[in-house]
């Protein structure tokens, strides 16, 4: 299997937990589990939608490829130029430029918004006030040859799409639960792909994400609804006392209900691989693009450094490798050399790619690097002037936040022994060697930020 099929799925707000202590039942990625290896220590740099899936494309960083937040029309008021750069490589470019037929299917989001346009032919403008949907143009669709996509709709029910030759004003309305209907279209382009092409296919399903109640009329609801709330939310980092445990615990059941629902989904597409004989010669990844704090310190959502939302569920299964667990660190910059490697083209990942390719590891050939790290990214935004870098090693958290008039605080957090990060370490030294370290982690990814001086005030005061 020189040349094998990728299969990469990704499921919007699927946190790490799901697999692990959530009571959620995923009989299918229970067994894909068994059969793979599984990534305990996949995190998301940047864990919110745009930016992530930017980086996942392109193995650039923010200020790189172009996405530093969120595309929506309040963002690009910010940042008028915001959206994935033009003529950047990404895995899906480079491996059909290798023969393989390359697919996506679903949510995309790194599209800039164009107005008027794509609020008159997207999903139209928010409760926020906010353009979130864009249609892409056929010449940025950066190495996709099929293409059954939108930019950022949240309508479940009722999602729409636009095909690879479509114009923007002949967009396809479908009314069917969006992580089935797209399940169909990609069981369908296995089965239309030439027997003498290899695929790359990224199948892009956006529920567990909100609005947590569009469900299939088949979602197992009302089995998560008779749970307790101290059933449903174990982490013992979660108030079920507060406002926000009790939202989360009211959003709970929903959530749970669908990422079912997702696991049913994935098995549909694991059986069809079986089915058409393409099983063994694919490999298949499973993962999301950030998780969700579902109550966890006191929050509900993602965007924040916490294991919740950064820490990616992350299962690739490679025929004939034997399955285990490894805690190599898996980045969002290294998910597509990494493709591109398990492809057997690891020597033609471009130089522009920042992130490392993991495929020997993960194949067995290479231990992993003890040395590793991840950054943690986060600009201001209109809502929240606040913006925050940090830095995960296999030992320590270690982030900074820079507040909307200058002000910096930091946290230090021992990874292990604190699963629920509660316990600040104040350890003087361990911190000035790490904001010496996450000042040439930035430098080293061209990023930028108006706190690089403070951190290196902090680096230089145990040696002062």
Same mark, same amino acid.
């Given at each position: 299997?020189?040349?094998?099929?990728?299969?990469?799925?990704?499921?919007?707000?699927?946190?790490?937990?799901?697999?692990?202590?959530?009571?959620?039942?995923?009989?299918?990625?229970?067994?894909?589990?068994?059969?793979?290896?599984?990534?305990?220590? !996949?995190?998301?740099?940047?864990?919110?939608?745009?930016?992530?899936?930017?980086?996942?494309?392109?193995?650039?960083?923010?200020?790189?490829?172009?996405?530093?937040?969120?595309?929506?029309?309040?963002?690009?008021?910010?940042?008028?130029?915001?959206?994935?750069?033009?003529?950047?490589?990404?895995?899906?470019?480079?491996?059909?430029?290798?023969?393989?037929?390359?697919?996506?299917?679903?949510?995309?989001?790194?599209?800039?918004?164009?107005?008027?346009?794509?609020?008159?032919?997207?999903?139209?403008?928010?409760?926020?006030?906010?353009?979130?949907?864009?249609?892409?143009?056929?010449?940025?669709?950066?190495?996709?040859?099929?293409?059954?996509?939108?930019?950022?709709?949240?309508?479940?029910?009722?999602?729409?799409?636009?095909?690879?030759?479509?114009?923007?004003?002949?967009?396809?309305?479908?009314?069917?639960?969006?992580?089935?209907?797209?399940?169909?279209?990609?069981?369908?382009?296995?089965?239309?792909?030439?027997?003498?092409?290899?695929?790359?296919?990224?199948?892009?399903?956006?529920?567990?994400?909100?609005?947590?109640?569009?469900?299939?009329?088949?979602?197992?609801?009302?089995?998560?609804?008779?749970?307790?709330?101290?059933?449903?939310?174990?982490?013992?980092?979660?108030?079920?006392?507060?406002?926000?445990?009790?939202?989360?615990?009211?959003?709970?059941?929903?959530?749970?209900?669908?990422?079912?629902?997702?696991?049913?989904?994935?098995?549909?597409?694991?059986?069809?691989?079986?089915?058409?004989?393409?099983?063994?010669?694919?490999?298949?990844?499973?993962?999301?693009?950030?998780?969700?704090?579902?109550?966890?310190?006191?929050?509900?959502?993602?965007?924040?450094?916490?294991?919740?939302?950064?820490?990616?569920?992350?299962?690739?299964?490679?025929?004939?490798?034997?399955?285990?667990?490894?805690?190599?660190?898996?980045?969002?910059?290294?998910?597509?050399?990494?493709?591109?490697?398990?492809?057997?083209?690891?020597?033609?990942?471009?130089?522009?790619?920042?992130?490392?390719?993991?495929?020997?590891?993960?194949?067995?050939?290479?231990?992993?690097?003890?040395?590793?790290?991840?950054?943690?990214?986060?600009?201001?935004?209109?809502?929240?002037?606040?913006?925050?870098?940090?830095?995960?090693?296999?030992?320590?958290?270690?982030?900074?936040?820079?507040?909307?008039?200058?002000?910096?605080?930091?946290?230090?957090?021992?990874?292990?022994?604190?699963?629920?990060?509660?316990?600040?370490?104040?350890?003087?030294?361990?911190?000035?060697?790490?904001?010496?370290?996450?000042?040439?982690?930035?430098?080293?990814?061209?990023?930028?930020?108006?706190?690089?001086?403070?951190?290196?005030?902090?680096?230089?005061?145990?040696? !002062?």
């Amino acid at each position: 299997m020189k040349h094998p099929n990728i299969l990469f799925i990704l499921s919007d707000q699927f946190r790490a937990m799901c697999l692990e202590d959530d009571p959620v039942r995923t009989p299918n990625l229970d067994a894909m589990s068994s059969q793979s290896v599984k990534l305990s220590q !996949a995190v998301s740099s940047y864990p919110v939608c745009s930016p992530h899936r930017a980086m996942l494309l392109t193995g650039q960083h923010p200020s790189r490829n172009g996405v530093p937040m969120n595309l929506n029309s309040a963002n690009m008021e910010i940042i008028p130029n915001l959206g994935l750069r033009d003529g950047l490589p990404t895995w899906a470019s480079v491996l059909n430029e290798r023969g393989y037929r390359t697919g996506l299917i679903g949510k995309l989001h790194t599209e800039p918004i164009r107005l008027p346009d794509d609020e008159i032919h997207g999903e139209g403008r928010r409760d926020d006030g906010k353009v979130w949907d864009a249609w892409s143009p056929h010449d940025r669709r950066f190495g996709f040859e099929f293409w059954y996509s939108y930019g950022c709709c949240d309508l479940h029910l009722t999602p729409h799409y636009w095909s690879t030759d479509a114009a923007r004003e002949e967009r396809t309305d479908v009314s069917q639960w969006s992580a089935e209907h797209e399940t169909d279209v990609a069981i369908d382009f296995l089965e239309n792909t030439p027997d003498d092409r290899p695929f790359a296919l990224f199948l892009s399903w956006n529920p567990p994400h909100q609005p947590f109640d569009e469900l299939p009329p088949d979602a197992p609801l009302e089995y998560y609804e008779a749970m307790s709330p101290q059933q449903l939310l174990v982490r013992g980092n979660v108030d079920h006392g507060s406002d926000v445990g009790r939202e989360a615990a009211r959003i709970a059941p929903m959530y749970f209900a669908a990422v079912e629902r997702i696991d049913t989904e994935l098995g549909r597409m694991l059986e069809a691989l079986e089915r058409l004989g393409l099983a063994d010669d694919t490999i298949v990844v499973f993962t999301s693009d950030h998780g969700m704090q579902l109550g966890s310190h006191d929050l509900m959502y993602k965007n924040v450094p916490w294991d919740e939302s950064m820490r990616l569920p992350c299962l690739v299964r490679i025929p004939g490798q034997q399955p285990g667990e490894t805690n190599a660190m898996l980045t969002s910059v290294d998910i597509a050399p990494t493709l591109i490697g398990l492809a057997g083209h690891g020597d033609a990942v471009p130089n522009e790619m920042q992130g490392r390719n993991l495929s020997s590891v993960l194949q067995g050939h290479e231990a992993v690097d003890v040395g590793e790290v991840s950054l943690y990214l986060r600009w201001p935004v209109e809502s929240d002037p606040t913006s925050a870098r940090g830095l995960v090693t296999h030992d320590w958290k270690y982030v900074v936040t820079r507040d909307g008039d200058g002000a910096h605080h930091s946290v230090l957090l021992r990874r292990e022994g604190d699963p629920y990060e509660l316990n600040p370490v104040d350890d003087p030294a361990t911190e000035a060697a790490l904001a010496g370290r996450l000042v040439q982690q930035l430098e080293a990814a061209d990023e930028e930020w108006e706190g690089v001086e403070w951190l290196r005030a902090r680096a230089q005061s145990e040696t !002062a």
